[in-house]
């Protein structure tokens, strides 16, 4: 029977005097007139059955109350997609139960496909310090190959959420706290995932997340309420959005929060209005889990078919784990509630999907077994873990040359609760766990020290370190020690959806840990590993050496081992500001000047400062050290004035003055210092990633338009006021080399 659909299929395409086409991506306009005649076809609750969205077994969120069966469900043409189903076997059983429906429209398989399938890549914050654009499209086309070998056909990824509040466990998952990185890393990720076009069988559709602003929840708490200027929300917060839905993001989905008082599921502001109105975006929205479900505990909407009328009429197209357009929406279109059009208009967006995909030619292309095995077994894939984890780890801080690790030491010690972690390297949203093949930093170390080096390992404590009985022997093995590694940080599950901390230092007792071995003598190279920035004041200002290495990965150990030892040389620079204690929260390099700047930390009388703390973080955004040294010179600009339609160039010479080859990221930032809305003292505006040999130079360009100085008036049209610019290029945010000035001109 392994054909049937074929038949069956074909006949449903006879009978719609469609013809099959060839599996593979469909055209534009054929699509459209697929897509219209299926719908002539169709019943108000098979529509609204496209609409509805179903979990597996495994849930990632909160159960509904709903008792059912799935299967009757699909076989009735009650569900258009499932989420949380994965794997040849399990993706092809029920979409044949999707083709014995009426229509045999096939289902739609989403997954939280975040950083990898199989081969786990660096969380997106920590893969986000690379700056690299390829290295995140090339982990975003090797997972995109690995899900959709497995039967996957869509991501919800990237999330593109702006995050500058470090409490808030997701901003693991983004890009940061800058809107232009942001932006840039928004736009690879879609690439990675959709590949040139949708419909290619390595390829899986993108999910721009969460539309829009939830990650500027109220004190960084997950699902919190958010406040936010018209102005705020188009400047900082839209634009990541916007990048992927320019790189061809297919769908995006809502928001759990409310914004300025209306849930995000339910914004036709947002949805109708700005998205598919002003942005003309042509794919679906699919609701967060429960979203809709919970505008009633909102206070938005008095029952689950009032929160079904209100997420479709404004924007909503697919209801993900509510029950709520299943429930309610077809009544409320009976009764005059929901114009039958505009439900027709969310079930052409999702049909249209799935002719672009190819379903309907080919319900079971992307479940291959063949191609799955190929895909999860590629040892490239490894290899790419192993190189973008090197690129992802940021070197915080190293004195007194305490790294790169001398090789031929005698002996290392490597303590800490993470220094055997496995599980830990691979951060949240996990597909397939594969934990007990990883290395861990203890077995990366000791594959590099070589045979002449004795590794030893004692953790000190676990990742809580709620007491220090475990310290005494870490400390007996440092103290024998040529040098000691320390790994700290959080586990796996204390960054991610629902896991906001209100205390973002190292847990329990881990900074005891490192003073500890201090007292003996020993001052280790701290690793840390983590989803967020974390505060630890004590260690920043002790320690020597401090990488921060996040989540890495499924190679993660040994590309921290890579670093450690110098065989890679760190590159990466921080996506996030670090603060140097909670009571800076949020923080963002993109400050607005106040009346009362403070110019002199020892001088805050009556200025906008903290009496008991600095303005300034303990690590500034764009920041990471090198094992080698780049000096910046000789700015030129190919001229001082520009004409609103024009453009000029600015250039600077890059050399790499210390020891080894190395890579640099070069920021390049701007500040409008006068204008008709006050602007951020710095914005970044243009970064690129230089490799450098000892002794070799480079002429780095970037070119200036006028879309380099707009931002949004108070109107919020898209301006370039005229006037003078101050250029700033730099290695980060607070280290700025070379500066200059442009003149933009009335005409
Ligand atoms: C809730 C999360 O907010 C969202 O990002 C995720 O895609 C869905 N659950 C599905 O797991």
Not at 98 to 111: D, E, N, T, V
Not at 357 to 370: K, V
Not at 376 to 399: M, W
Request: contains cysteine; neutral net charge.
């Amino acid at each position: 029977m392994k054909h049937g659909w074929r038949l069956a299929a074909a006949a449903a395409a006879a009978a719609l005097a469609l013809g099959a086409g060839p599996a593979g991506a469909a055209e534009a306009g054929d699509v459209a007139q697929r897509v219209e005649a299926l719908l002539r076809q169709m019943t108000l609750e098979e529509k609204v059955g496209q609409l509805n969205q179903l979990s597996g077994k495994e849930f990632t969120g909160p159960a509904t109350d709903k008792v059912r069966s799935m299967e009757t469900e699909i076989r009735s043409g009650r569900v258009g997609s499932m989420l949380n189903i994965k794997g040849v076997p399990d993706t092809r059983r029920l979409q044949a139960l999707a083709l014995q429906s009426r229509l045999k429209i096939p289902l739609l398989f989403g997954l939280d496909v975040i950083h990898g399938y199989q081969t786990v890549f660096p969380v997106p914050l920590g893969e986000s310090a690379s700056w690299d654009m390829e290295e995140i499209e090339e982990s975003s086309r090797i997972a995109a190959r690995e899900a959709a070998g497995s039967g996957i056909h869509w991501t919800f990824a990237p999330m593109v959420d702006v995050g500058r509040d470090p409490r808030w466990g997701r901003v693991m998952e983004g890009a940061g706290e800058d809107s232009y990185l942001g932006a840039r890393i928004a736009a690879a990720r879609v690439r990675g995932f959709q590949g040139k076009q949708l419909g290619g069988v390595e390829s899986v559709m993108a999910t721009a997340k969460h539309f829009a602003t939830y990650g500027a929840a109220i004190a960084g708490r997950d699902y919190n309420a958010v406040d936010m200027s018209e102005h705020l929300l188009h400047e900082t917060y839209l634009p990541p959005f916007k990048a992927a839905l320019d790189a061809g993001a297919a769908t995006f989905m809502n928001a759990f929060n409310t914004l300025n008082g209306i849930p995000a599921t339910a914004h036709s502001g947002l949805q109708r209005d700005i998205l598919k109105g002003a942005w003309g975006f042509k794919g679906f929205v699919v609701s967060d889990w429960g979203s809709v479900r919970e505008m009633v505990v909102h206070g938005y909407a008095a029952d689950l078919p009032d929160a079904a009328a209100k997420a479709l009429v404004a924007g909503s197209d697919m209801d993900m784990e509510s029950n709520a357009y299943s429930t309610g929406l077809a009544a409320q279109v009976r009764a005059g509630k929901v114009p039958e059009a505009l439900v027709d208009d969310a079930v052409r967006r999702v049909l249209a999907k799935k002719f672009e995909l190819g379903l309907f030619d080919d319900p079971y292309r992307f479940s291959n077994a063949e191609r799955e095995r190929a895909a999860l077994n590629d040892p490239r894939h490894r290899q790419a873990a192993r190189r973008i984890a090197g690129k992802s780890i940021v070197l915080l801080k190293n004195e007194k040359a305490a790294l790169p690790l001398r090789r031929g030491l005698g002996s290392i010690a490597v303590i800490g609760p993470l220094a055997d972690a496995r599980r830990d390297l691979e951060g949240g949203w996990i597909v397939k766990s594969d934990a007990a093949n990883l290395a861990s930093l203890v077995d990366a170390v000791r594959e590099q020290a070589g045979p002449g080096t004795r590794v030893t390992y004692a953790p000190g404590c676990d990742v809580a370190c709620r007491d220090d009985r475990g310290f005494k022997a870490a400390l007996d093995a440092a103290s024998a020690a040529d040098a000691v590694v320390l790994a700290v940080g959080e586990s796996w599950d204390m960054s991610g959806e629902a896991k906001s901390r209100a205390d973002i230092g190292l847990p329990g007792r881990q900074s005891e840990l490192f003073d500890a071995l201090r007292a003996i003598g020993k001052t280790p190279v701290v690793v840390m590993m983590a989803g967020r920035p974390m505060t630890f004041e004590n260690v920043a200002e002790q320690a020597d050496a401090i990488l921060y290495a996040w989540f890495a990965g499924s190679e993660g150990a040994r590309a921290i081992a890579d670093v450690l030892f110098g065989a890679v040389n760190p590159s990466a620079k921080l996506p996030m500001s670090f603060p140097r204690n909670l009571g800076q929260v949020p923080i963002s390099y993109q400050q607005y000047e106040t009346g009362r700047p403070v110019r002199d930390e020892k001088n805050i009388v009556y200025k906008s400062a903290y009496i008991d703390s600095p303005n300034t973080p303990r690590y500034a955004f764009g920041h990471g050290l090198s094992y080698t040294r780049f000096a910046y010179r000789d700015l030129r600009l190919s001229a001082s004035a520009m004409a609103p339609n024009g453009k000029l160039t600015l250039s600077f010479t890059l050399a790499n003055t210390g020891k080894v080859a190395g890579a640099e990221v070069v920021q390049l930032y701007l500040r409008d210092p006068l204008a008709s809305v006050v602007r951020p003292v710095k914005e970044l505006k243009g970064f690129q990633r230089i490799e450098l040999q000892p002794g070799q130079q480079k002429t780095v360009s970037f070119s200036i338009d006028r879309d380099t100085l707009a931002f949004h008036n108070r109107k919020l049209e898209w301006v370039a006021e005229p006037g003078k610019f101050e250029l700033m290029v730099g290695s980060a945010s607070d280290d700025i080399r070379l500066r200059d000035s442009i003149t933009l001109t009335e005409r």
